[in-house]
Protein backbone atom coordinates (compact mmCIF):
# COMPACT_ATOMS: atom_id res chain seq x y z
CA UNK A 1 0.00 0.00 0.00
CA UNK A 2 2.83 2.81 0.42
CA UNK A 3 3.03 2.87 -3.62
CA UNK A 4 0.05 3.81 -3.77
CA UNK A 5 -1.70 7.37 -5.69
CA UNK A 6 -2.88 8.54 -2.26
CA UNK A 7 0.02 7.99 -0.09
CA UNK A 8 2.68 9.70 -3.20
CA UNK A 9 0.63 13.42 -2.46
CA UNK A 10 2.01 16.12 -1.08
CA UNK A 11 0.88 16.39 2.45
CA UNK A 12 -0.24 19.81 2.98
CA UNK A 13 1.88 22.29 5.52
CA UNK A 14 0.76 21.61 9.43
CA UNK A 15 0.79 25.08 10.10
CA UNK A 16 -0.96 27.46 7.36
CA UNK A 17 -0.39 30.51 8.97
CA UNK A 18 3.47 30.46 8.98
CA UNK A 19 2.38 29.73 5.32
CA UNK A 20 0.99 32.99 4.99
CA UNK A 21 3.35 35.12 6.82
CA UNK A 22 6.36 33.38 4.80
CA UNK A 23 4.62 33.60 1.54
CA UNK A 24 2.27 36.08 1.79
CA UNK A 25 0.13 37.52 -1.55
CA UNK A 26 0.41 41.01 -0.64
CA UNK A 27 3.64 41.96 1.32
CA UNK A 28 7.55 40.36 1.04
CA UNK A 29 8.50 41.02 4.90
CA UNK A 30 11.88 40.62 5.99
CA UNK A 31 12.75 37.39 7.56
CA UNK A 32 12.12 37.72 11.20
CA UNK A 33 10.57 41.39 11.43
CA UNK A 34 8.04 40.21 13.66
CA UNK A 35 10.98 38.94 16.45
CA UNK A 36 12.64 42.48 16.18
CA UNK A 37 13.42 44.52 19.46
CA UNK A 38 12.41 47.74 18.25
CA UNK A 39 8.83 48.54 17.82
CA UNK A 40 9.83 51.01 15.47
CA UNK A 41 12.08 49.03 13.19
CA UNK A 42 9.09 46.42 13.03
CA UNK A 43 6.99 49.36 11.70
CA UNK A 44 9.54 51.03 9.46
CA UNK A 45 9.95 47.25 7.51
CA UNK A 46 6.15 46.72 7.27
CA UNK A 47 5.39 49.94 5.51
CA UNK A 48 8.37 49.92 3.50
CA UNK A 49 7.18 46.49 2.08
CA UNK A 50 3.28 47.39 2.31
CA UNK A 51 4.56 50.32 -0.16
CA UNK A 52 6.79 48.43 -2.40
CA UNK A 53 4.50 46.10 -2.95
CA UNK A 54 2.33 45.54 -6.17
CA UNK A 55 0.18 42.54 -5.30
CA UNK A 56 -1.99 44.55 -2.10
CA UNK A 57 -5.24 44.53 -2.80
CA UNK A 58 -5.73 47.21 -0.48
CA UNK A 59 -4.09 50.62 1.02
CA UNK A 60 -0.19 49.97 2.67
CA UNK A 61 -1.64 51.24 5.99
CA UNK A 62 -4.48 48.50 5.88
CA UNK A 63 -2.11 45.73 4.53
CA UNK A 64 0.75 47.00 6.63
CA UNK A 65 -1.86 46.82 9.97
CA UNK A 66 -3.40 43.53 8.73
CA UNK A 67 -0.04 41.77 8.60
CA UNK A 68 0.95 42.37 11.78
CA UNK A 69 -2.73 41.79 13.64
CA UNK A 70 -3.13 38.27 11.30
CA UNK A 71 1.05 37.57 13.11
CA UNK A 72 -0.51 38.31 16.91
CA UNK A 73 -3.64 36.48 16.41
CA UNK A 74 -2.22 33.63 14.97
CA UNK A 75 0.97 33.18 16.93
CA UNK A 76 -1.71 33.18 20.38
CA UNK A 77 -0.34 31.84 23.24
CA UNK A 78 3.03 31.04 21.79
CA UNK A 79 4.22 34.68 21.83
CA UNK A 80 5.72 36.06 24.92
CA UNK A 81 3.86 39.08 26.84
CA UNK A 82 7.20 40.91 26.14
CA UNK A 83 6.80 40.26 22.59
CA UNK A 84 2.89 40.83 22.49
CA UNK A 85 3.25 44.11 23.64
CA UNK A 86 6.13 45.18 21.37
CA UNK A 87 4.16 43.99 18.73
CA UNK A 88 0.89 46.27 20.07
CA UNK A 89 3.67 49.17 20.27
CA UNK A 90 4.44 48.62 16.75
CA UNK A 91 1.08 49.42 15.16
CA UNK A 92 1.10 52.55 17.33
CA UNK A 93 4.35 53.16 15.74
CA UNK A 94 2.67 51.89 12.02
CA UNK A 95 -0.28 54.60 12.93
CA UNK A 96 2.65 57.26 13.32
CA UNK A 97 4.17 56.79 10.40
CA UNK A 98 0.93 57.11 8.53
CA UNK A 99 -0.09 59.68 9.99
CA UNK A 100 -3.15 57.98 11.89
CA UNK A 101 -4.42 58.84 15.41
CA UNK A 102 -2.49 56.25 18.04
CA UNK A 103 -5.43 54.37 20.18
CA UNK A 104 -5.99 55.83 23.09
CA UNK A 105 -6.61 54.85 27.20
CA UNK A 106 -4.24 51.57 26.69
Given amino acids: MANSPQSAAP ?3 KRWSQQV ?5 AL ?4 GVFTWADPRAIAESL ?3 AEC ?4 KTTPFASAMAMLNFYINRAGRQLS ?3 RARLEQA ?3 LRELYGRPRRGGR
Avoid: M
Fill in 81 to 83: AEQ
Fill in 47 to 49: KAS
Fill in 28 to 31: DLEP
Fill in 91 to 93: KDE
Fill in 53 to 56: SQRR
Fill in 11 to 13: QPP
Fill in 21 to 25: AEHSN
